[in-house]
């Protein structure tokens, strides 16, 4: 079954970076884009971005073009978000998302919760 | 930059009961949405896309309907693994991918 496992929780101080791994399974790695989701405590998902592994394209959203970066290893069916000068409302729970649909994710990740803090 | 407005925030109901949420998006987005179920410390979960299909696997007594702005997520019975947060979520303009605020479904 198609899995994506997460790295573990991370603590940050302000204007460090962090990056986050997602590891896939279950079918081929580049048949679907991965998106990067996250979510601050008691707030709605707010969707970041998404990079397809079989060619390496990646599209960000808008509010954070120039601080974040994805990445891919294919040989390790892996992706990486890479976020820069972290601020504290970028603390939250970080997921990396896909599916056989563009647009819409039938498969999460475990979350990775980010917290920033002095 | 697109918007989706979910009402209510939050609905009290009761085991039985026919629960309807409304997701409000400020384009026209066709039929592109979703609907998902969150419970506390759990990614979310697809129910329904494309407005109206049924994931695999998800109970029948959820359903979507609605088009262009005004959609609707309907539980016809509520049951209690139904108490979670619901959020819409639209996908025509895909480079921004958006989602509702929210509705949390408590128990009354």
């Known amino acids: 079954q198609v899995q994506l496992v997460q790295s573990g929780a991370e603590v940050k101080k302000p204007g460090a970076s962090v990056k986050i791994s997602c590891k896939a399974s279950g079918y081929t790695f580049t048949s679907y884009a991965i998106h990067w989701v996250r979510q601050a405590p008691g707030q709605r998902p707010e969707w970041m971005g998404w990079?397809?592994?079989?060619?390496?394209?990646?599209k960000y959203s808008q509010k954070f073009q120039g601080r974040i970066i994805f990445t891919g290893d294919t040989s390790a069916s892996t992706v990486y978000m890479d976020l820069s000068s972290l601020k504290s409302a970028d603390t939250a729970v970080y997921y990396c998302?896909?599916?056989?649909?563009?647009?819409?994710?039938?498969?999460w990740g475990q979350g990775t919760l980010v917290t920033v803090s002095s | 930059d697109i918007q989706m407005t979910q009402s209510p925030s939050t609905l009290s109901a009761s085991i039985g009961d026919r629960v309807t949420i409304t997701c409000r998006a400020s384009?026209?987005?066709?039929?592109?949405l979703t609907w998902y179920q969150q419970k506390p410390g759990q990614a979310p979960k697809l129910l329904i896309f494309?407005?109206?299909s049924l994931e695999r696997g998800v109970p029948s007594r959820f359903s979507g309907s609605g088009s262009g702005t005004d959609f609707t997520l309907t539980i016809s019975s509520l049951q209690p693994d139904d108490f979670a947060t619901y959020y819409c979520?639209?996908?025509?303009?895909?480079?921004?991918?958006?989602f509702g605020g929210g509705t949390k479904v408590e128990i009354k």
């Open positions: 998302a896909s599916g056989v649909a563009l647009g819409y994710f039938e498969y």
């Open positions: 384009l026209n987005i066709s039929s592109y």
């Open positions: 990079t397809n592994p079989g060619n390496g394209n990646t």
């Open positions: 494309r407005a109206s």
């Open positions: 979520q639209q996908y025509y303009y895909y480079s921004e991918l958006a």
